[in-house]
């Protein structure tokens, strides 16, 4: 990713009089904000170099990887700096969580309101697939209602997809505003699932609505 030597950082990147920048390590799918940590030109050469993010620690005055004793590492997906070029946005895939405290962000700790979290809408597809994912693995069909609409196979899962777009649009012609968000909520579950059984992500629609926003433009 970077055109310099390996542990070299791009030249543009300004670092403050101690040689550091702050770096913001964003989750690539589902936009949490995940941490705040420091670079030097090292650490930001190595994280764009090796594609898994490395910091610098004021504390103990040292280079550390991220993950390299817990293996809650941090694969990077992409990098940017912001207009003044004076800080640095990190999007990584996540192997574990992002927090010492085991919590999927660093920030956690409710100041005012709500941030992030389960209640964050960007986040809940992408947790619902993830959660799909894992019911997916398991070789029991009877463990759950996931697993046993996966085990029925794909002709089952349009089936329920068809029905469950069905009761969206009775529930729009209606006018019945909770019953749509309930049978929309029904609809994106079973349409995940069918996703998955068909071996298609998340990330695939999303760079397909992309690549359209893309052509508009």
């Given at each position: 990713?970077?055109?310099?030597?390996?542990?070299?950082?791009?030249?543009?990147?300004?670092?403050?009089?101690?040689?550091?920048?702050?770096?913001?390590?964003?989750?690539?799918?589902?936009?949490?904000?995940?941490?705040?940590?420091?670079?030097?030109?090292?650490?930001?050469?190595?994280?764009?170099?090796?594609?898994?993010?490395?910091f610098?620690?004021?504390?103990?005055?040292?280079?550390?990887?991220?993950?390299?004793?817990?293996?809650?590492?941090?694969?990077?997906t992409?990098?940017?700096?912001?207009?003044?070029d004076?800080?640095?946005?990190?999007?990584?895939?996540?192997?574990g969580?992002?927090?010492?405290?085991?919590?999927?962000?660093?920030?956690?700790?409710?100041?005012?309101?709500?941030?992030?979290?389960?209640?964050?809408?960007?986040?809940?597809?992408p947790?619902?697939?993830?959660?799909?994912?894992?019911?997916?693995?398991?070789?029991?069909?009877?463990?759950?209602?996931?697993?046993?609409?996966?085990?029925?196979?794909?002709?089952?899962?349009?089936?329920?997809?068809?029905?469950?777009?069905?009761?969206?649009?009775?529930?729009?012609?209606?006018?019945?505003?909770?019953?749509?968000?309930?049978?929309?909520?029904?609809l994106?579950?079973?349409?995940?699932?069918?996703?998955?059984?068909?071996?298609?992500?998340?990330?695939?629609?999303?760079?397909?609505?992309?690549?359209?926003?893309?052509?508009?433009?």
């Amino acid at each position: 990713m970077s055109a310099a030597g390996e542990g070299d950082s791009p030249q543009r990147v300004r670092f403050d009089a101690d040689g550091l920048v702050p770096a913001i390590v964003q989750d690539a799918e589902t936009g949490r904000v995940l941490t705040l940590a420091w670079m030097n030109a090292e650490s930001l050469g190595r994280t764009l170099d090796r594609d898994e993010t490395w910091f610098w620690s004021r504390s103990r005055g040292e280079l550390w990887h991220k993950g390299e004793t817990s293996g809650n590492t941090q694969q990077v997906t992409g990098a940017a700096t912001d207009c003044d070029d004076d800080a640095v946005l990190v999007a990584v895939r996540p192997a574990g969580p992002a927090c010492h405290t085991g919590e999927d962000t660093c920030f956690h700790v409710p100041l005012k309101g709500v941030v992030g979290g389960d209640a964050a809408p960007f986040a809940a597809l992408p947790d619902l697939e993830a959660v799909i994912r894992e019911r997916a693995a398991d070789a029991d069909p009877d463990s759950s209602y996931t697993a046993s609409l996966i085990a029925r196979g794909v002709d089952t899962m349009c089936k329920k997809v068809g029905e469950e777009a069905t009761e969206v649009a009775i529930a729009a012609k209606g006018g019945e505003r909770e019953q749509l968000i309930y049978e929309s909520a029904d609809l994106l579950y079973h349409l995940v699932v069918l996703w998955q059984t068909m071996d298609v992500r998340l990330a695939d629609v999303a760079e397909e609505l992309a690549s359209r926003r893309r052509e508009k433009g």
